[in-house]
């Protein structure tokens, strides 16, 4: 049976999974490369970041505005990366989001026992015509601690998992040198340029991971100045 897998998408899936092996990755097979234009993780139309690479279950997905501008083993450290990042890292992300939850929780305890001792001044709220008398810091605590925990755990995970996400970058220099990571992501930069594209910040609820294309130069620039 012939494929329907072009040459230029072959030659991405071998290097996928050369990569795959030489980073000890046995539960990832991809099929075939998905080409996107608009992210279909954003809420609402958002141009596919042109230095992304999203490993998902049976494919590897890619900028469509890319296809053909690199040349396939110019991928190879984009690829790299995000595998590493995503099946590599992944356990370290888990923990650094249970960390930060369990942190959270701990302090949101600590505010609710801590500020009616604090503020111990009695205040009453009158609800549904019955009042309630309780320390000051009671009425502060509540909203306070509902608040910490969500925003605090989001805020501090997300913050890890970005500065993972540069750690993914540095880690595939050691399966594409700094030198061809940078000819890559120089060739990406050229091309957002060239097209007007303007990174937005909006995918599933304004939370990015990757850098910007500039910032993982600069960060890669100073690995190679080093």
């Given at each position: 049976?012939?494929?329907?897998?072009?040459?230029?998408?072959?030659?991405?899936?071998?290097?996928?999974?050369?990569?795959?092996?030489?980073?000890?990755?046995?539960?990832?097979?991809?099929t075939?490369?998905?080409?996107?234009?608009?992210?279909?993780?954003?809420?609402?139309?958002?141009?596919?970041?042109?230095?992304?690479?999203?490993?998902?279950?049976?494919?590897?997905?890619?900028?469509?505005?890319?296809?053909?501008?690199?040349?396939?083993?110019?991928?190879?450290?984009?690829?790299?990366?995000?595998?590493?990042?995503?099946?590599?890292?992944?356990?370290?992300?888990?923990?650094?989001?249970?960390?930060?939850?369990?942190?959270?929780?701990?302090?949101?305890?600590?505010?609710?026992?801590?500020?009616?001792?604090?503020?111990?001044?009695?205040?009453?709220?009158?609800?549904?015509?019955?009042?309630?008398?309780?320390?000051?810091?009671?009425?502060?605590?509540?909203?306070?601690?509902?608040a910490?925990?969500?925003?605090?755990?989001?805020?501090?995970?997300?913050?890890y998992?970005?500065?993972?996400?540069?750690?993914?970058?540095?880690?595939?220099?050691?399966?594409?040198?700094?030198?061809?990571?940078?000819?890559?992501?120089?060739?990406?930069?050229?091309?957002?340029?060239?097209?007007?594209?303007?990174?937005?910040?909006?995918i599933?609820?304004?939370?990015?991971?990757?850098?910007?294309?500039?910032?993982?130069?600069?960060?890669?620039?100073?690995?190679?100045?080093s």
């Amino acid at each position: 049976m012939q494929s329907n897998v072009s040459e230029y998408d072959q030659r991405i899936l071998d290097i996928t999974r050369d990569l795959c092996l030489q980073l000890n990755i046995s539960n990832y097979n991809p099929t075939f490369v998905s080409w996107e234009t608009l992210d279909s993780r954003a809420r609402r139309p958002v141009e596919f970041r042109y230095d992304e690479c999203l490993i998902e279950k049976y494919c590897v997905t890619l900028s469509g505005k890319m296809k053909g501008v690199l040349e396939p083993d110019e991928w190879k450290p984009i690829i790299a990366s995000s595998l590493i990042f995503s099946k590599k890292l992944r356990r370290r992300v888990l923990k650094g989001f249970a960390a930060a939850l369990a942190a959270f929780l701990l302090l949101a305890l600590t505010v609710v026992l801590e500020l009616p001792i604090l503020f111990p001044q009695l205040y009453t709220v009158t609800k549904g015509g019955s009042s309630q008398t309780s320390p000051l810091g009671y009425y502060i605590a509540g909203p306070l601690a509902l608040a910490l925990v969500p925003l605090g755990t989001i805020v501090t995970s997300v913050t890890y998992a970005r500065r993972l996400r540069r750690t993914a970058d540095i880690d595939a220099t050691n399966l594409v040198s700094a030198a061809a990571f940078l000819t890559t992501l120089n060739k990406i930069a050229e091309t957002e340029r060239s097209t007007g594209y303007r990174e937005n910040r909006n995918i599933r609820g304004s939370i990015p991971l990757l850098p910007s294309t500039l910032a993982r130069i600069s960060l890669l620039q100073k690995s190679l100045d080093s």
